[in-house]
C-alpha cells in the first residue's frame, strides 16, 4: 500500500530555532501534500495544502512567513517552522495523495515538537 | 464551513461490549467520509472510507453507517477489546476539491 514516511518523529529545540519537518512519499508521486496541526487531545487541523511545482495555500489564521512550505518534488514536502517558540510545540502530521480528485489521503506517522 | 462532531468524546466499556461512535456534519455535499483510529502519539490508521452514495461499509469487526442527508454517521465496533483502545476520528471530504475536515475524536478505553 501507499507509504509516507515523516522524518523527525520527535525533535526538542531551544526557542528561536527553525525546524524543518520532511514528508515523504515512498511508493507514489505525492501530487499534493497536506500539513495539519494536533494539540494535546485536539483533532487534526488543517494547515496548508501543497500542490508539487507550486506555491501552498494556507488555512485562515495559518502565518505563511512562521510555516514555510516547500513541494519541489512528487516525493518529497518540506515543512519549516522559523523561529520555533514555545506555542509552536505540537504534534504536526503529513499526508499526501496522487493525482485524482477521488484519491485518498495517506498519512505519516507524525512528528512531535518540543519548544523549550 | 464544514463543521464535524463526534460524540461522545470519551467512551469507557468492559471487554466484549459493543463500541457506538457517532459523527455528525453540518454540510451534506460530501464526497466521502472515512473513519481513523489514533493511537497515542501516533499518526492516523484509516479504518473504513464510505462514498457519498453508499450506506455502510464493513471490514471484520467494524461497521459505519452514513446517512448524508441527515448529516450523520456512525462507526460500531463488536466484541471490543483492550486492543481497540485508542482515540477514533471521523473526517469527510468535501465534495469540491480533496480537504479533509476532522471531528475532535473519540477517545475509546475498553477494560479488561
Known amino acids: 500500500g501507499a507509504v509516507v514516511s515523516q522524518h523527525p518523529s520527535w525533535v526538542i529545540c531551544k526557542s528561536g530555532t527553525s525546524v524543518k519537518i520532511e514528508c515523504r512519499s515512498l511508493?507514489?508521486?505525492?501530487?499534493?501534500m497536506f500539513w495539519y496541526r494536533q494539540f494535546p487531545k485536539q483533532s487534526l487541523m488543517l494547515m496548508a495544502t501543497?500542490?508539487?511545482?507550486?506555491?501552498?495555500?494556507?488555512e485562515q489564521g495559518v502565518e505563511k512567513d512562521k510555516f514555510l512550505i516547500n513541494h519541489a518534488s512528487l516525493t518529497l514536502s518540506t515543512l519549516t517552522v522559523t523561529s520555533a517558540h514555545p506555542e509552536d510545540s505540537s504534534f504536526y502530521i503529513c499526508?499526501?495523495?496522487?493525482?485524482?480528485?477521488?484519491?485518498?489521503?495517506?498519512f505519516g506517522d507524525g512528528t512531535r515538537l518540543s519548544i523549550l | 464551513k464544514q463543521e464535524v462532531t463526534q460524540i461522545p468524546a470519551a467512551l469507557s466499556v468492559p471487554e466484549g461490549e459493543n463500541l457506538v461512535l457517532n459523527c455528525s456534519f453540518t454540510?451534506?455535499?460530501?464526497?466521502?467520509l472515512q473513519w481513523f483510529r489514533q493511537d497515542p502519539g501516533k499518526g492516523l490508521t484509516s479504518l473504513l472510507l464510505?462514498?457519498?452514495?453508499?450506506r455502510e461499509q464493513t471490514s471484520g469487526r467494524l461497521n459505519a453507517s452514513l446517512d448524508k442527508s441527515s448529516g450523520r454517521s456512525t462507526l460500531y465496533i463488536a466484541a471490543s477489546q483492550p486492543g481497540d483502545s485508542a482515540t477514533y476520528l471521523c473526517?469527510?471530504?468535501?465534495?469540491?476539491?480533496?480537504?479533509?475536515?476532522f471531528g475532535g475524536g473519540t477517545r475509546v478505553l475498553v477494560k479488561p
Open positions: 499526508s499526501a495523495s496522487t493525482w485524482g480528485s477521488n484519491q485518498p489521503q495517506h
Open positions: 511508493d507514489f508521486q505525492a501530487t499534493t
Open positions: 501543497s500542490n508539487e511545482g507550486s506555491k501552498a495555500t494556507y
Open positions: 454540510d451534506s455535499a460530501i464526497y466521502n
Open positions: 464510505i462514498q457519498s452514495s453508499q
Open positions: 473526517a469527510v471530504r468535501e465534495a469540491a476539491g480533496n480537504k479533509l475536515t
